[in-house]
């Protein structure tokens, strides 16, 4: 096999030790890597009715068989049963870890079982082990990262860890690999904690074999230059990060405001890319290979001293604009402190600004916070109580550590303020700004999630003709919208098990990709059916959904996102979800209960699929 090491690591933490699994080229052809071969696996694997800190739930660590042989191609994935959505989870990150992983042995790592104390894996060129992490428990993820790189002796090791958050299961809890880059949403940090694992720590010495290595040389050069050369990357991302989007997107209403009932704010001009590239930002920073270089490395000043990894987009959005706080000063502090207890940044800062406002409605009270007033703008009480929910410390910490939606059901009340899909809060993109991301937001199987189809790029006019997007449709305008979502969802599902990052994954075209996939794998267009598989590939993961008991009954937007906003971009704007669902459900070959079709299933190549959904007839 070429592209792939043919083999992935299976870690069972119950018995102790750990096992090769060698990976079928044909089957590897079906499910391509990353998220592909997570969703298969944990189909078959683990199942619906299980309590998700059961020692049955597992985490699927893979890559893909392009990376490193493609710009933006240093991305891995997790996949496991959420306990956020109680359905499928994943999430992926970049750096170096996917690389390394690869260049020591593997194409993936599966974690099963559960360890009597706490432990992690450190793997090197073909060679595991399972080592005691009893000294390392409680300490922080840059700590973590640090301690192991200096007890195997080897500064050059790649670490995946988790923080405090993750070893006291909050829902918030994600992974954090190369110092603060994150597996973020869904709760897999905190899956990785009930199984008492630590971390993974991670050297290669070897080669990755590709089918072309001079080609594969020659298309690294191609399209870095292609990239690099690119208007939005050259003077966009690359030069203000993912920030860039905090200044770009302001006149069109895409900044959600104060916990997302106001369309605009005077303040994003201090908080976006513009201003942290004048201010605290000190140097860009790149993943593996990547001519894009978006990551941040900051310094801020009293009183929060520290200098490392910046906030992105998503992060100065849910501490900054839904919170009205306007200095890039605390949300940097915060970001920090988030990466290092590790939570997803996204689900805590919504879930902070619920809370306020539930508070300044009277919903609950500085009993329930702990003797902390809360208001709008304040970065201080912000701060004190974001250090609790980490902590899980106090009335407060315990209320909120599992997010606004569990703490609005432990309440009973507070529900009009969530922005919640399946549990998850939504990440900073407005729906009434982009009509197509509502219809993105409650079909992806993990719940709200931009990055699952992120169809509002197309509507900004970065067509896909391969894919049969060729125009560009108004952002108000519902027709059409669901066909474009399951085609860019689609779409994004081929990335995510090649695994490519999106910003260099949507500027690539199809001829383009299997160009990839023939010099690094030795496949020509005939080995497989591109628009099959990829449909294939997220059909199976909201089956998982299906067999877990989601419908279209789950299948929706909440109160605040159905609820205009007086000024801004989307003013007095609402998404129409029935009739986009409708387009979508019949696109898609869907019931309209959102059960995939026995017919579509077959179609698909997943007759076991339709056996589990539709029995024997």
Not at 451 to 463: F, H, I, K, Q
């Amino acid at each position: 096999m070429f592209g792939w090491m043919g083999k992935y690591l299976r870690v069972n933490l119950t018995e102790g030790k750990t096992k090769e699994v060698p990976i079928d080229e044909q089957w590897a052809k079906t499910w391509i890597g990353g998220s592909g071969f997570g969703a298969r696996l944990l189909y078959d694997e683990v199942p619906c009715d299980i309590d998700e800190f059961d020692e049955k739930n597992k985490l699927y660590f893979f890559t893909g068989p392009v990376s490193g042989g493609l710009p933006c191609s240093s991305r891995f994935t997790v996949v496991f049963k959420s306990p956020v959505s109680h359905g499928y989870g994943e999430a992926n990150s970049g750096g170096y870890f996917a690389v390394e992983m690869k260049r020591a042995g593997y194409d993936g790592i599966v974690i099963e079982g559960k360890s009597k104390k706490p432990v992690y894996l450190s793997v090197k060129d073909n060679k595991s082990e399972l080592r005691d992490a009893s000294h390392i428990w409680g300490q922080g993820t840059f700590r973590t990262q640090e301690m192991i790189q200096e007890e195997i002796g080897d500064k050059k090791i790649r670490v995946l860890c988790i923080g405090p958050a993750g070893e006291k299961k909050s829902k918030l809890a994600c992974i954090i690999n190369d110092e603060a880059r994150a597996l973020g949403r869904g709760g897999s940090g905190a899956v990785m904690g009930s199984k008492n694992f630590k971390a993974i720590a991670i050297r290669g010495t070897g080669e990755i074999q590709w089918a072309n290595p001079e080609a594969v040389k020659e298309q690294i050069k191609k399209y870095s230059k292609w990239i690099s050369d690119n208007s939005m990357v050259k003077f966009g991302l690359g030069k203000y990060g993912t920030e860039y989007f905090m200044d770009s997107m302001k006149p069109l209403g895409d900044i959600p405001i104060k916990n997302w009932q106001l369309g605009e704010w005077d303040q994003t001009d201090n908080i976006g890319g513009g201003a942290m590239y004048k201010t605290i930002l000190k140097k860009q920073t790149a993943c593996y290979n990547c001519p894009i270089r978006c990551g941040r490395w900051v310094e801020i000043k009293e009183p929060y001293e520290y200098e490392g990894p910046g906030p992105e987009y998503e992060t100065c959005g849910t501490f900054g604009s839904l919170l009205l706080i306007n200095d890039l000063g605390p949300i940097s502090w915060v970001n920090y402190l988030c990466n290092d207890y590790g939570v997803d940044t996204i689900s805590t800062g919504a879930t902070v600004a619920w809370v306020i406002e539930a508070y300044e409605k009277g919903v609950i009270t500085k009993k329930d916070t702990d003797g902390i007033a809360l208001k709008w703008g304040d970065a201080d009480a912000v701060i004190k109580l974001t250090e609790k929910i980490l902590k899980r410390e106090g009335k407060a910490g315990e209320l909120l550590a599992d997010g606004s939606q569990v703490a609005a059901e432990k309440l009973g009340k507070g529900y009009d303020f969530l922005t919640t899909v399946k549990g998850l809060e939504a990440p900073m993109h407005d729906p009434r700004a982009f009509y197509s991301m509502g219809v993105e937001y409650v079909t992806a199987p993990r719940g709200a999630c931009h990055v699952t189809g992120y169809p509002s790029v197309a509507d900004m006019g970065l067509l896909q003709p391969p894919a049969g997007i060729t125009k560009r449709t108004g952002r108000f305008d519902p027709t059409g919208k669901g066909t474009l979502t399951a085609t860019m969802q689609d779409s994004f599902a081929v990335l995510g098990a090649a695994v490519i990052c999106m910003f260099g994954g949507t500027s690539m075209s199809t001829p383009t990709f299997l160009e990839a996939f023939k010099n690094c794998c030795g496949w020509t267009v005939d080995d497989f059916n591109l628009s099959i598989t990829a449909d294939r590939l997220f059909n199976l993961k909201w089956a998982y959904c299906v067999r877990c008991g989601m419908r279209d009954k789950d299948n929706k937007l909440p109160k605040r996102l159905l609820t205009p906003t007086k000024e801004g971009g989307q003013k007095d704007k609402v998404p129409p979800m029935d009739q986009m669902m409708k387009e979508y459900y019949a696109f898609r070959g869907w019931t309209e209960d959102a059960i995939p079709t026995k017919d579509r299933l077959i179609l698909l190549g997943l007759p076991d699929v339709a056996k589990d959904l539709w029995g024997e007839k």
